[in-house]
Nanobody, 126 residues
Framework: QVQLVESGGGLVQAGGSLRVSCAASGRTFSRYSMGWFRQAPGKERAFVAGISWSGGSTDYADSVKGRFTISRDNAKNTVYLQMNSLKPEDTAIYYC???????????????????WGQGTQVTVSS
C-alpha cells in the first residue's frame, strides 16, 4: 500500500520561509513524478509544483515561480518544497501527490495523480 506522509507545515510571518517534506513508501518512488498541490478554504485544489521522476525537470505555478523550489531525494524516497518569501495568499493545506504512471512527465492536474498525502497546513500571517 502506498503511503505519502507530509511534514513541516506551520505558521510563519509574511516574508518568511518554510520547507515541507513528503516521505513515500510502498511504490518504487524513483520511477514516478511527484507534485505539490494546495487548497485554501473555499477554493479548488491547485497545482503548486511538480518534479520529474529523475529530478531533472521541474514545473511551477506562475504564482510561486521564483519563490518556491521543489526537489527530491530518491535515496530517501522524499520530495521537498522549499517556500521562500511567503505571502498571506500562500496560506493553504499543502498536499503531495504521486503520479499515476511511471517514467512520464510532470502533470499539473490532480487527475494525473493517484496517491495523495494527508496534507499539512501552512499559514502565513501578515
Amino acid at each position: 500500500q502506498v503511503q505519502l506522509v507530509e511534514s513541516g507545515g506551520g505558521l510563519v510571518q509574511a516574508g518568511g520561509s518554510l520547507r515541507v517534506s513528503c516521505a513515500a513508501s510502498g511504490r518504487t518512488f524513483s520511477r514516478y513524478s511527484m507534485g505539490w498541490f494546495r487548497q485554501a478554504p473555499g477554493k479548488e485544489r491547485a497545482f503548486v509544483a511538480g518534479i520529474s521522476w529523475s529530478g531533472g525537470s521541474t514545473d511551477y505555478a506562475d504564482s510561486v515561480k521564483g519563490r518556491f523550489t521543489i526537489s527530491r531525494d530518491n535515496a530517501k524516497n522524499t520530495v521537498y518544497l522549499q517556500m521562500n518569501s511567503l505571502k498571506p495568499e500562500d496560506t493553504a493545506i499543502y498536499y503531495c501527490a504521486l503520479a499515476r504512471t511511471y517514467y512520464r512527465g510532470i502533470y499539473d492536474t490532480p487527475s494525473e495523480y493517484d496517491y495523495w498525502g494527508q496534507g499539512t497546513q501552512v499559514t502565513v500571517s501578515s
